[in-house]
């Protein structure tokens, strides 16, 4: 489960960085959406007591 979480993160920073960049304002709401969930998942690790 460890890895499938890390396997989520870096998809979805990876995914948020390529739109930001890539695309500008034309997904903008996706990738603000993509950025909430990648924190959302980093918090419930921490509280979780897993390592990043």
């Not at 695309?23 to 996706?30: E, H, I, N, P, Q």
Request: cysteine-free; hydrophobic content about 65%.
């Amino acid at each position: 489960m460890r890895d499938i979480l890390s396997l989520i993160i870096v998809l979805l920073i990876i995914g948020w960085l390529v739109g930001y960049f890539g695309f500008g304002d034309a997904v903008g709401s996706l990738i603000h959406i993509l950025l909430v969930i990648a924190v959302i998942v980093i918090i419930f690790r921490l509280i979780s007591g897993r390592k990043l």
